[in-house]
């Protein structure tokens, strides 16, 4: 009997990756909604050391780290694989989805450095539909952040880092996920995150 | 046969040291390329353009950053001895997330436990300790933090720690004590006193040196940016 549980929550790109990693494997989950301004006992419990959200639990173990957890997802359900079978394409997916994160982390800093990493990023998709190919990969599912959570915070903050002039070919890139039909499925109702964001006046801080 | 293997490295940076560890753990042969990181060479700049940082592998002409997903790939092109990551999926899961502890949390936390002033200090050491706690909680009861052998993690905290140990020395600090944490020393003088392990570790006084040096200069640019 297959048990797996995604503790999340509806606003955090994190939470999304690991439900469109499920849903693209045809994972059912039990999808328990945290309150990160009131943590749960099981969040505490489940992952004490970063008491964040996602965390997946698969027959009673529990694993956190979005990008840990893809991982934990692509080998434990190899159907429609998200990392390449290749050792050196894989290693090349783990490196983009690291500097997406990384770039995440340092989103406060300089407008002109965040214009460098869109630039790069656009390098890498190669005239590909998506990052990994003709369909998603681990590191598509890395930059959902990029793919929808950023329009919103555009919009709310005023800011356009990223246009369709300046980056035509990230936002071919935005427009196709957004519109795969298993992301769809994941992505968060664009007025509610909306609201939400503006809620936290300026710079979203999902991470709780 | 070396030719086929190339390291671009530092002989001071624990980034590199899990490099040469994981090469020489699997027994291959490799040319290790010493890099200046004031004068980056036009290999390090043409193999890594992303980051221009070490380590970087060259395998057949094809290179990789980043030292875990360099380890990963080295796991996975040689498996025929000591492999660095378990077999079963959710091990796995469990030191990448360790891995990505120390990489993340650990080494940054400690940066400013050590370096910083004032409040910002407080925390960090508060915080520090913490994550410590938080590792000695996952190597209890084990002989490793891969279990029986050593393996991904333990070749990731173990030079960052020894790292930390050098500068905790040259800020002659306290954080990291055998009485607060008995077990990770435990640990660490084990690996100590593995050769190959020990065989990757620059000779301590000179890293001491080579810190200390580092930590003068990034003062007094930092003193000179305020004064300006």
Redesign the interface.
């Known amino acids: 009997m297959e048990e797996v549980k995604l503790l999340g929550w509806w606003v955090s790109p994190f939470s999304r990756r690991v439900e469109l990693a499920l849903k693209l494997k045809g994972v059912g989950y039990e999808y328990i909604e945290q309150d990160l301004a009131h943590k749960s006992q099981l969040l505490l419990e489940y992952n004490?050391?970063h008491k964040k959200v996602p965390v997946l639990v698969?027959n009673g173990?529990t694993?956190?780290?979005s990008?840990?957890?893809l991982?934990?997802i692509d080998?434990?359900w190899p159907n429609n694989p998200i990392l390449p079978r290749n050792?050196?394409d894989?290693?090349?997916a783990?490196?983009w989805a690291?500097?997406i994160e990384e770039k995440e982390e340092e989103r406060g800093k300089l407008v002109e450095e965040a214009s460098q990493c869109f630039i790069?990023l656009e390098g890498e998709l190669k005239g590909n539909k998506f990052f990994g190919g003709e369909e998603i990969g681990m590191v598509d599912i890395a930059a959902n952040f990029i793919g929808y959570w950023l329009g919103v915070v555009q919009e709310v903050s005023g800011m356009e880092l990223v246009t369709r002039d300046k980056f035509p070919v990230l936002c071919k890139w935005m427009d196709e996920f957004v519109e795969h039909s298993v992301v769809k499925e994941t992505l968060p109702p664009r007025d509610e995150l909306h609201a939400e964001f503006e809620a936290r006046l300026g710079a979203p801080s999902w991470k709780y | 046969m070396a030719k086929e293997i190339k390291l671009l490295g530092t002989w001071a940076s624990p980034f590199s040291h899990r490099i040469e560890l994981a090469l020489k753990l699997k027994g291959l042969q490799f040319e290790y390329l010493e890099e200046d990181l004031s004068n980056k060479s036009q290999l390090l700049l043409q193999s890594n353009p992303v980051h221009r940082k070490i380590p970087v592998l060259i395998h057949k002409g094809n290179p990789i950053s980043e030292s875990l997903v360099i380890m990963e790939y080295i796991d996975e092109t040689w498996q025929h001895q000591n492999p660095l990551l378990p077999k079963d999926p959710y091990a796995r899961a469990v030191a990448r997330f360790w891995a990505k502890f120390i990489d993340e949390k650990v080494l940054w936390t400690a940066f400013k436990a050590y370096n910083d002033k004032g409040k910002e200090q407080e925390d960090a050491i508060e915080e520090f300790s913490q994550q410590l706690k938080f590792l000695e909680g996952e190597l209890k009861g084990k002989e490793y933090f891969g279990g029986e052998r050593f393996g991904f993690v333990d070749i990731a905290a173990f030079f960052i720690l020894q790292f930390l140990r050098v500068l905790q020395e040259v800020k002659e600090a306290e954080l990291m004590t055998e009485e607060k944490y008995p077990v990770l020393f435990e640990w660490m003088e084990k690996l100590q006193g593995n050769e190959v392990v020990a065989g990757c570790l620059p000779p301590r006084e000179k890293h001491i040196a080579y810190v200390r040096a580092r930590r003068a200069a990034a003062e007094e640019a930092a003193s000179k940016t305020k004064a300006a």
Do not use: G, N
């Open positions: 004490p050391v698969h173990k694993m956190a780290e990008l840990v957890i991982e934990y080998e434990t050792p050196y894989k290693a090349m783990r490196f690291q500097f790069t």
